[in-house]
């Protein structure tokens, strides 16, 4: 591992117990608008490069959860994608236009749908 990268997960680490654990959404939104609206200038649609940022994202969470499936997991890894992923979600609620309530409504169906299958299946797969 980079020496960059290992002092940043040590600072990582050593932030998790002096960080709160509950979060501004309200100040996340703005500093994450900020990011969105930094890029404007490069000629892309709104948040094009924060959309491939969330790809990668999404990617990095797969692959530690594929360590994790192998026995070579690290949670904090896990935590720290997790965390990414997260985020990513919201880039993607804010530049796609999706409101909490449409994304709360299409979570609802999707696990009624989930428990129907596993009332009627007795497993998921």
């Known amino acids: 591992m980079e020496k960059e990268k ?3 997960r040590e600072k990582f680490i050593s932030q998790l117990n002096t960080t709160e654990k509950d979060i501004d959404k309200s ?3 703005d500093v994450l608008r900020k990011s969105i609206d930094s890029n404007l200038h490069d000629g892309n649609p709104r ?3 924060n959309l491939i940022i969330v ?3 999404l990617s990095e969470l797969s692959k530690e959860i594929s360590k994790q499936l ?3 997991g690290d949670q904090y890894n896990i935590l720290e994608e997790l965390a990414d992923v997260q985020l990513g979600i919201y880039y993607v609620q ?3 236009g999706v409101n909490n309530d449409d994304l709360h409504k299409a979570m609802n169906i999707k696990m009624r749908r989930l428990g129907e299958v596993l009332e009627e299946k007795g ?3």
């Open 6 to 8: 290992i002092l940043d």
């Open 27 to 29: 100040w996340i939104m």
């Open 47 to 49: 948040g094009h490069r």
């Open 55 to 57: 790809m990668e994202e």
């Open 70 to 72: 192998r026995d070579k």
């Open 94 to 96: 804010e530049i796609c």
């Open 123 to 125: 497993k998921y797969q």
